[in-house]
């Protein structure tokens, strides 16, 4: 099912009618959720939003948008105080942005791409052996979903727009790893939180996909604020986030997650995705 | 001509003949209407399936639109792939597959990828798909059913169009093995419910057949039989009914009735008739030999009063006398005359008849009960009554054992005519079949106690009157009976 903001509203007022909430006096703030993670564990959702309200002291609203270009576009009109975000948008937004909290993610603040072929064709080993056929991109502003397979093509000397007879969009890892194992694309590429997560909850449709390369690491996608936010509310939930595995309640949304905890991070960690965007002029 | 084996059947009892139509008659009904339901539903089936493809299509087509103008493959997948259920269970007739194709008839997009491969020419992928690829090319605005000859598979086309730009076409394809194994469930279960109905039928089939059957077999043995000899009459429980058989029924029961009454007046005819003959004849030589008789006797009259006899000559002339005055006797029985001029009867005759008899019966030690009812004289001639009377009486007596009873009645009995009639009734050892076969006629039963001509008498002089003279006699509560009736009409004599 797709999650609709008025869907989500819904789900909060039953929430909030099931559990009484404190009154809080301040304005809520408003938190963007990218489709690469979360996208449809919206009970998962709730209950992180109840824990940070309750360690805030005050409301909050999730704001979810089912491609990477809405939230960026909401992040860039200052209609949003923090969101989670994938790494290329954070480059390519980065002096909007003020870097919040990584998160770790099997102990690491990093990820990377997969590279993916349906199970029906073993033969496949690499990205070459991919020309002209059908490819499955995540997202347009995807890290590993669109950006990584394209630099590893320019690096090849192959031009991405015709190396492929034919690509598409699926705006969710999710959606991307059913496709290729669904066969409609022959190959795609995919965020290995995202794959590795499925696995552990869905082996059966990753059972169905093969796993063929595996790219350097990426800083994982972090959590961002705008640059106008006051300092008080900005470190408030960085706090809370870096604080989260420290609580049995936080570490169990965590374990829920699949992540290990959050960090403070540093904007250098993204350098590999900005010389990435560079071979493509942007950044 | 008709074929040997189906002549064997035409040929068969109806015994089993009845039951076997009757059988054939359920199983052709259970057939027909079972196939007749069968199609209708195979028909229903096809008409529903293209129903909800049709509506189907229209609603795809609608969404599918704006996805193919903005390149969505994915969203145009996601379309398509919803009505087949993620863990595909049972769908009342679930498509094969669903397929997008573009303006070129290439393939957009399918719901199974495998087979239709995004990008592939569709026209390449089956001879069925290419035969559609030309009825799709032909410009139409509104959804298909096309169904190509020889294919296993029904499609359901419908341009995706809005206003006047065309994206392509989708097209829903559906396997008729699906319909035919629906079809063949439902078969199957007709089949089960015509052979349920079939064996609750046939034994009731069976057994109305039998019913019908045995009475008409018992009938034709019977009706067989007919012309060797009467058979019995057919038991009316065997078929209680007032329907056509049960009247054929009365009809052979009434007709048997009426063959033996026949057969029965044949036999009294040929027994009148030869008693007729013989009377005839007895009277033509009674009469032949009366009269050289007559000579005969007046000669030797004349001889032993005339002549000078030896005492020798006279012996042999009166033992000459004797013997024909014996032979004067018997023809004189033998020429009954009844109608010889006599007075009426009156009742006074009876009781001399009567008086005439006590003495006998009483010397047998048998008892006479009488009851006369005559109380005026008769038109008839008493002393033929009298003989007739009298004849008879004395048979009863002498046939009844010691201490037995003779009974008489007298009496008259109005009718069409009025006629008098008397019964004599012994109780002694009945006649057999072969004495009441030859009762009436002379020297039949001639015994040490006579020459049998009394009956004789009766029996001509009743009818002589016009009368009639019958015997019954049988055995009754163990004991013997036999009455004589006579039954003479009054004034026919006269």
């Given at each position: 099912?797709?999650?609709?903001?008025?869907?989500?509203?819904?789900?909060?007022?039953?929430?909030?009618?099931?559990?009484?909430?404190?009154?809080?006096?301040?304005?809520?703030?408003?938190?963007?959720?990218?489709?690469?993670?979360?996208?449809?564990?919206?009970?998962?959702?709730?209950?992180?939003?109840?824990?940070?309200?309750?360690?805030?002291?005050?409301?909050?609203?999730?704001?979810?948008?089912?491609?990477?270009?809405?939230?960026?576009?909401?992040?860039?009109?200052?209609?949003?105080?923090?969101?989670?975000?994938?790494?290329?948008?954070?480059?390519?937004?980065?002096?909007?942005?003020?870097?919040?909290?990584?998160?770790?993610?099997?102990?690491?603040?990093?990820?990377?791409?997969?590279?993916?072929?349906?199970?029906?064709?073993?033969?496949?080993?690499?990205?070459?052996?991919?020309?002209?056929?059908?490819?499955?991109?995540?997202?347009?502003?995807?890290?590993?979903?669109h950006?990584?397979?394209?630099?590893?093509?320019r690096?090849m000397?192959?031009?991405?727009?015709?190396?492929?007879?034919?690509?598409?969009?699926?705006?969710?890892?999710?959606?991307?790893?059913?496709?290729?194992?669904?066969?409609?694309?022959?190959?795609?590429?995919?965020?290995?939180?995202?794959?590795?997560?499925?696995?552990?909850?869905?082996?059966?449709?990753?059972?169905?996909?093969?796993?063929?390369?595996?790219?350097?690491?990426?800083?994982?996608?972090?959590?961002?604020?705008?640059?106008?936010?006051?300092?008080?509310?900005?470190?408030?939930?960085?706090?809370?986030?870096?604080?989260?595995?420290?609580?049995?309640?936080?570490?169990?949304?965590?374990?829920?997650?699949?992540?290990?905890g959050?960090?403070?991070?540093?904007?250098?960690?993204?350098?590999?995705?900005?010389?990435?965007?560079?071979?493509?002029?942007?950044g | 001509?008709t074929?040997?084996?189906?002549?064997?059947?035409?040929?068969?009892?109806?015994?089993?003949?009845?039951?076997?139509?009757?059988?054939?008659?359920?199983?052709?009904?259970?057939?027909?209407?079972?196939?007749?339901?069968?199609?209708?539903?195979?028909?229903?089936?096809?008409?529903?399936?293209?129903?909800?493809?049709?509506?189907?299509?229209?609603?795809?087509?609608?969404?599918?639109?704006?996805?193919?103008?903005?390149d969505?493959?994915?969203?145009?997948?996601?379309?398509?792939?919803?009505?087949?259920?993620?863990?595909?269970?049972?769908?009342?007739?679930?498509?094969?597959?669903?397929?997008?194709?573009?303006q070129?008839?290439?393939?957009?997009?399918?719901?199974?990828?495998?087979?239709?491969?995004?990008?592939?020419?569709?026209?390449?992928?089956?001879?069925?798909?290419?035969?559609?690829?030309?009825?799709?090319?032909?410009?139409?605005?509104?959804?298909?059913?096309?169904?190509?000859?020889?294919?296993?598979?029904l499609?359901?086309?419908?341009?995706?169009?809005?206003?006047?730009?065309?994206?392509?076409?989708?097209?829903?394809?559906?396997?008729?093995?699906?319909?035919?194994?629906?079809?063949?469930?439902?078969?199957?279960?007709?089949?089960?419910?015509?052979?349920?109905?079939?064996?609750?039928?046939?034994?009731?089939?069976?057994?109305?057949?039998?019913?019908?059957?045995?009475?008409?077999?018992?009938?034709?043995?019977?009706?067989?039989?007919?012309?060797?000899?009467l058979?019995?009459?057919?038991?009316?429980?065997?078929?209680?009914?007032?329907?056509?058989?049960?009247?054929?029924?009365?009809?052979?029961?009434?007709?048997?009735?009426?063959?033996?009454?026949?057969?029965?007046?044949?036999?009294?005819?040929?027994?009148?008739?030869?008693?007729?003959?013989i009377?005839?004849?007895?009277?033509?030589?009674?009469?032949?030999?009366?009269?050289?008789?007559l000579?005969?006797?007046?000669?030797?009259?004349?001889?032993?009063?005339?002549?000078?006899?030896?005492?020798?000559?006279?012996?042999?002339?009166?033992?000459?006398?004797?013997?024909?005055?014996?032979?004067?006797?018997?023809?004189?029985?033998?020429?009954?005359?009844?109608?010889?001029?006599?007075?009426?009867?009156s009742?006074?005759?009876?009781?001399?008849?009567?008086?005439?008899?006590?003495?006998?019966?009483?010397?047998?030690?048998?008892?006479l009960?009488?009851?006369?009812?005559?109380?005026?004289?008769?038109?008839?001639?008493?002393?033929?009554v009298?003989?007739?009377?009298?004849?008879?009486?004395?048979?009863?007596?002498?046939?009844?054992a010691?201490?037995?009873?003779?009974?008489?009645?007298?009496?008259?009995?109005?009718?069409?005519?009025?006629?008098?009639?008397?019964?004599?009734?012994?109780?002694?050892?009945?006649?057999?079949?072969?004495?009441?076969?030859?009762?009436?006629?002379?020297?039949?039963?001639?015994?040490?106690?006579?020459?049998?001509?009394?009956?004789?008498?009766?029996?001509?002089?009743?009818?002589?009157?016009?009368?009639?003279?019958?015997?019954?006699?049988?055995?009754?509560?163990?004991?013997?009976?036999?009455?004589?009736?006579?039954?003479?009409?009054?004034?026919?004599?006269?």
């Amino acid at each position: 099912m797709k999650l609709t903001r008025r869907t989500f509203l819904g789900a909060c007022a039953v929430l909030a009618v099931a559990r009484p909430r404190p009154a809080f006096p301040a304005k809520a703030l408003r938190v963007g959720m990218t489709p690469a993670f979360l996208h449809t564990q919206h009970g998962l959702l709730a209950e992180w939003r109840a824990y940070m309200e309750a360690r805030l002291r005050r409301p909050v609203e999730i704001v979810q948008r089912d491609s990477y270009r809405e939230t960026m576009d909401l992040l860039r009109q200052e209609q949003l105080d923090f969101s989670w975000i994938c790494t290329y948008p954070y480059v390519f937004l980065k002096r909007q942005l003020r870097l919040v909290a990584v998160p770790l993610y099997q102990s690491q603040p990093y990820y990377r791409a997969y590279l993916i072929v349906s199970a029906k064709n073993p033969q496949i080993k690499d990205l070459s052996q991919l020309r002209g056929k059908v490819f499955a991109y995540a997202d347009p502003y995807s890290c590993t979903g669109h950006l990584y397979p394209r630099y590893q093509l320019r690096k090849m000397g192959e031009d991405p727009a015709k190396f492929f007879a034919k690509t598409f969009f699926t705006y969710s890892h999710h959606k991307l790893i059913e496709a290729v194992a669904d066969g409609l694309a022959q190959g795609g590429s995919v965020d290995s939180y995202v794959w590795d997560s499925l696995q552990a909850l869905k082996p059966e449709i990753t059972r169905r996909t093969l796993l063929v390369s595996k790219s350097p690491e990426f800083g994982f996608p972090p959590i961002v604020a705008r640059r106008s936010l006051p300092e008080a509310d900005f470190s408030a939930v960085q706090t809370m986030l870096v604080m989260m595995r420290r609580d049995p309640q936080g570490s169990e949304l965590l374990q829920r997650l699949n992540l290990n905890g959050f960090i403070h991070g540093r904007p250098n960690l993204y350098d590999g995705v900005a010389e990435m965007m560079r071979a493509f002029g942007e950044g | 001509m008709t074929p040997r084996p189906m002549r064997f059947l035409l040929n068969l009892s109806f015994r089993y003949k009845v039951p076997l139509w009757g059988s054939l008659l359920i199983v052709g009904t259970a057939a027909i209407i079972s196939s007749t339901l069968l199609l209708g539903s195979y028909q229903e089936l096809k008409s529903d399936l293209l129903r909800d493809a049709t509506t189907q299509g229209r609603t795809m087509t609608a969404s599918l639109f704006p996805a193919m103008l903005h390149d969505q493959v994915w969203r145009a997948y996601e379309i398509i792939r919803a009505p087949f259920g993620r863990e595909s269970g049972e769908h009342p007739v679930q498509a094969e597959s669903f397929v997008v194709l573009d303006q070129r008839g290439q393939v957009y997009v399918s719901t199974t990828p495998e087979a239709i491969p995004m990008l592939a020419d569709f026209r390449q992928l089956s001879p069925d798909y290419a035969a559609l690829a030309t009825a799709i090319a032909q410009p139409g605005h509104d959804t298909k059913v096309l169904e190509p000859d020889g294919s296993e598979h029904l499609f359901v086309t419908t341009p995706i169009r809005e206003e006047q730009a065309h994206l392509g076409t989708l097209v829903q394809i559906y396997s008729k093995k699906v319909l035919h194994s629906r079809f063949q469930k439902s078969a199957e279960q007709a089949a089960l419910t015509a052979v349920l109905v079939i064996v609750l039928l046939l034994p009731l089939g069976w057994y109305w057949g039998q019913r019908t059957a045995v009475p008409l077999v018992r009938l034709t043995e019977r009706m067989e039989e007919l012309g060797r000899r009467l058979p019995d009459n057919l038991a009316p429980e065997l078929y209680d009914y007032q329907d056509e058989l049960g009247r054929l029924y009365h009809a052979y029961n009434r007709t048997l009735q009426e063959l033996r009454g026949k057969a029965e007046i044949e036999r009294q005819m040929i027994h009148s008739e030869r008693l007729a003959a013989i009377g005839k004849l007895t009277a033509g030589i009674a009469h032949e030999i009366n009269n050289p008789l007559l000579g005969m006797l007046t000669a030797v009259n004349t001889l032993r009063h005339h002549g000078e006899l030896n005492p020798r000559t006279l012996k042999t002339l009166t033992l000459l006398e004797r013997g024909l005055i014996q032979i004067k006797d018997t023809v004189g029985a033998l020429l009954v005359e009844a109608k010889v001029r006599s007075r009426d009867l009156s009742p006074q005759d009876m009781e001399d008849v009567r008086t005439l008899i006590e003495p006998q019966a009483r010397a047998r030690g048998v008892s006479l009960r009488w009851d006369s009812q005559l109380s005026a004289p008769l038109p008839l001639p008493s002393t033929a009554v009298r003989q007739v009377l009298i004849n008879l009486l004395l048979n009863a007596v002498q046939a009844s054992a010691p201490g037995g009873e003779v009974a008489v009645t007298i009496g008259t009995r109005s009718g069409s005519d009025t006629s008098l009639a008397l019964v004599v009734v012994n109780g002694g050892e009945i006649l057999t079949d072969m004495q009441t076969a030859h009762l009436f006629e002379p020297f039949a039963n001639e015994d040490e106690r006579g020459r049998g001509l009394g009956l004789w008498v009766c029996y001509q002089i009743v009818r002589q009157l016009g009368g009639n003279i019958a015997v019954q006699s049988d055995l009754r509560d163990g004991a013997g009976r036999t009455a004589f009736e006579v039954t003479l009409p009054l004034g026919a004599a006269q």
